[in-house]
């Protein structure tokens, strides 16, 4: 793996936009995910990470190439704090060095067995993402079997989490998701997620839109039944075909500092993801 070309690249996490961004558009997406200890007791979990990844981002204009790279460990399972906190982040920029883990130009998610019935459950920032709850994603319906619109379970809203942070990772926003109304059921993508039914001050933080980027209105939700949708939707897909890698100095950079690297990010933008609402086995 080029760790290099990822440590540039976290270096210049805080310069996606609209100025100093590559000429070239995302087509290849690479996804590695790593387990805690903890989480990677729960058989099944490869084999649900993976299948969920493929279907969430299946798309043929996109080619997804996902990989496990095994199990590391911390003093926390706090899938948001290690993000946040910059443990994680600070792992995959000592690679460059210490080889302790083999991270990629795409997504790097590491995945632990936090609570996901309080919130933050996990976070993104470019590159990197965090998500918790191992035991529910286990639990979660075999994705070759079910339908890409399922029922709101804390299984099933746990993989729409991780989709979720792997988005903001892409440089997709909470209103590059859809709300979509189906018969009695509101259908939330995975950019808009728990944040449809969220508390007015949380909603007013994360969520305060009429529209979403491609001008398609979002609907009320109160009264209507909470469905997810299992994969990223046209807008999203759209955000992620745009999506531009930051451009990289030619020059040679040290490893910057993780807070840097974290402020650059704009996490409070991008990445503290709540997730308030409905989180609840039914």
């Known amino acids: 793996m080029r760790r290099r070309s990822l440590l540039l690249k976290l270096g210049a996490a805080g310069a996606v936009g609209s ?40 798309d043929g204009r996109l080619s997804m190439d996902v990989s496990y790279g095994g199990v590391t460990s911390f003093p926390t399972e706090n899938a948001y704090r290690l993000v946040t906190g910059g443990a994680w982040p600070r792992r995959l920029l000592s690679s460059v060095t210490d080889g302790t883990v083999d991270p990629v130009d795409g997504v790097n998610l590491l995945v632990t067995d936090s609570s996901m019935r309080r919130a933050p459950t996990g976070a993104g920032i470019p ?11 286990v639990r979660a319906p075999d994705p070759d079997e079910s339908d890409a619109v399922v029922p709101d379970r804390l299984s099933t809203r746990t993989v729409q ?106 996490l409070s933008a991008c990445g503290t993801c709540t997730h308030l609402a409905r989180l609840s086995e039914r």
């Open 161 to 266: 989490i991780l989709l979720h942070e792997c988005g903001h990772a892409l440089g997709l926003r909470h209103d590059h998701g859809s709300i979509r109304e189906a018969d009695t059921a509101a259908v939330v993508s995975p950019m808009v997620s728990g944040y449809a039914w969220a508390s007015g001050p949380v909603r007013r933080e994360q969520f305060d839109f009429e529209a979403n980027r491609c001008g398609r209105p979002y609907p009320p939700v109160n009264g209507r039944d909470p469905r997810l949708l299992m994969q990223f939707d046209d807008c999203e897909r759209r955000g992620l075909y745009r999506y531009r890698l930051p451009d990289l100095s030619a020059t040679p950079v040290d490893r910057p500092s993780v807070g840097d690297l974290l402020d650059r990010a704009s």
């Open 19 to 58: 100025a100093g961004v590559a000429a070239t558009l995302v087509g290849d997406i690479e996804v590695r995910w790593w387990a805690t200890p903890k989480a990677a007791q729960h058989s099944g979990l490869r084999r649900r990470v993976e299948a969920y990844l493929e279907h969430g981002f299946d």
């Open 127 to 137: 590159y990197v993402a965090a998500v918790g709850g191992a035991r529910h994603i």
